[in-house]
């Protein structure tokens, strides 16, 4: 992926495959995962089980893959996300955005280790997140919309502090569920998303643009090849 643009696009699975298919592309910068993909998959949450995916993303172009620790208690979470940290430089310890997870993020975060604070829900969850230097925040646009909340503007409202602010921080925006959500965010300067296959589907089978090409192809064949020189 170009060095140049701030764009990065992740892959929101657990799916080998899937993984193999959209890095081949060459525009996909990471993987990010969580303890509720892993269930669905069949995954036990464990660290091996997560050393594992993260071995196999990296061998498959990922430049960056998030996981998540879960607990809820301070040491076990330090500990846990320590070890995820130890397993590769390019791991993103993914934490809940509660009073423990903040703490736990500070301790990380002083530690060097590269902390995603996750499930952020409204946009004033963004000052400690700025305030500790947390090089990612994920917002849940879907579930956001789902509580009644106007999804969109709580997301420009948390990218325009950190674009105040000056922040280094990242707004990694999860939970889209519709491509136009994700070009309005794009459009107004939001630079880094993470998609579910479905939406990836939708995303790159655009009904125009497949009809557009298979006309293209018909019309290729419909000459005899010496009409064609």
């Keep these: 992926m170009s060095e140049i643009s701030r764009l990065r696009l992740f892959i929101d699975s657990t799916d080998e495959e899937i993984w193999r298919r959209f890095f081949a592309g060459g525009y996909f910068y990471g ?99 700025i305030a500790l230097g947390a090089a990612y925040a994920a917002p849940y646009l879907g579930r956001m919309n789902d509580a009644g909340l106007d999804g969109e503007h709580e997301i420009l409202a948390m990218q325009a502090m950190i674009d105040s602010l000056g922040s280094e921080t990242r707004l990694l925006v999860a939970s889209i569920r519709e491509p136009s959500e994700l070009s309005r965010l794009a459009g107004a300067g939001c630079d880094t998303f993470t998609l579910v296959p479905e939406l990836l589907e939708e995303l790159l089978n655009n009904p125009q643009t497949l009809a557009a090409t298979a006309d293209f192809e018909e019309k290729a064949s419909a000459l005899p090849q010496n009409a064609r020189r």
């Design 31 to 129: 993987v990010t995962t969580n303890p509720k993909l892993l269930f669905n998959a069949g995954i036990p949450n464990t660290i091996e089980n997560l050393a594992g995916l993260a071995e196999k993303a990296f061998a498959l172009g990922a430049q960056e893959i998030h996981l998540q620790i879960w607990g809820d208690e301070l040491e076990v979470m330090l500990a846990r996300g320590r070890q995820l940290a130890a397993l590769d430089p390019r791991v993103s310890v993914k934490i809940p955005i509660t009073e423990t997870g903040l703490r736990c993020a500070r301790q990380l975060i002083e530690d060097g280790v590269r902390v995603t604070l996750t499930a952020v829900h409204a946009s004033e969850q963004m000052l400690p997140v």
